[in-house]
């Protein structure tokens, strides 16, 4: 059993500099989300793909930020010209296709252990 | 607004004793209710989930959780606690509207006494 798997675990870099994170989700798990997480607070939702698709993002998502399932398999978050505040654990989920009769956002979602990003 | 809270940011036990976290919620629609714990290094797990039916649902690691809905809680309960449990939990909620997400609340930090 794999799990989920993020890469790297810790980034620490400068204002400006732009930084990418990888997810690779459990095999065969079509959905596949991101969130970020700030000290003290639960994560909050930024995007959701199916399969390739893009079909959600958040208002936190700002155009600073872009995400990508290419191939329906791995997805990337990158963010470019970091600020201060984009200082978070980033985290990612994935959920196989659940019952035709119960939302998405209903199936399990299985998290990674995340992405701490230090934007100094 | 959709939201969810957590009462108790920090909580201490002993060990054997019970446990109760608070999870108020604040959603339109039929809320679909979970907890994940969260422990140091690793990712969120999935204990438990309710969407309809019973309203007492069965957890994994002896959790148990109560869904009120003229109080709008979602209780998590466990009756005797393991210094393992010293985690981080939150209560989330999401429905079966289009748009809505999973909402997850502020979390509750539980510290086990041995």
């Known amino acids: 059993d794999t799990g989920v798997s993020q890469d790297p675990r810790h980034k620490i870099t400068k204002r400006g500099q732009n930084v990418t994170f990888r997810c690779d989700p459990i095999?065969?798990?079509?959905?596949l989300y991101w969130y970020r997480q700030t000290l003290g607070q639960g994560p909050e939702f930024l995007t959701y793909?199916?399969?390739?698709?893009?079909?959600?993002k958040s208002r936190l998502l700002s155009d600073r930020f872009s995400a990508e399932r290419p191939k329906g398999s791995f997805s990337t978050l990158e963010i470019q010209r970091t600020e201060q505040g984009d200082s978070a654990m980033y985290l990612c989920a994935s959920s196989p296709t659940g019952q035709a009769i119960l939302p998405r956002h209903t199936d399990t979602q299985y998290f990674g252990p995340g992405t701490r990003l230090t934007v100094l | 607004a959709q939201s969810v809270t957590q009462p108790d940011i920090h909580i201490t036990v002993s060990e054997g004793a019970s446990l109760e976290l608070r999870c108020n919620y604040s959603y339109g629609a039929t809320p679909y209710l979970f907890w994940y714990v969260q422990s140091p290094g690793q990712g969120l797990q999935l204990l438990l989930k309710?969407?309809?039916?019973?309203?007492l649902v069965q957890g994994i690691k002896g959790f148990e959780a109560e869904f009120k809905r003229s109080q709008s809680s979602f209780n998590l309960r466990k009756p005797s606690v393991h210094w393992s449990d010293a985690a981080e939990y939150f209560c989330?909620?999401?429905?079966?509207?289009?748009?809505?997400?999973?909402?997850f609340g502020p979390g509750t930090s539980l510290s086990v006494i041995p």
């Open positions: 793909f199916q399969n390739e698709a893009q079909l959600e």
């Open positions: 989330a909620v999401t429905s079966k509207t289009s748009y809505d997400k999973v909402i």
């Open positions: 309710y969407f309809s039916g019973d309203t």
């Open positions: 095999s065969e798990h079509n959905r």
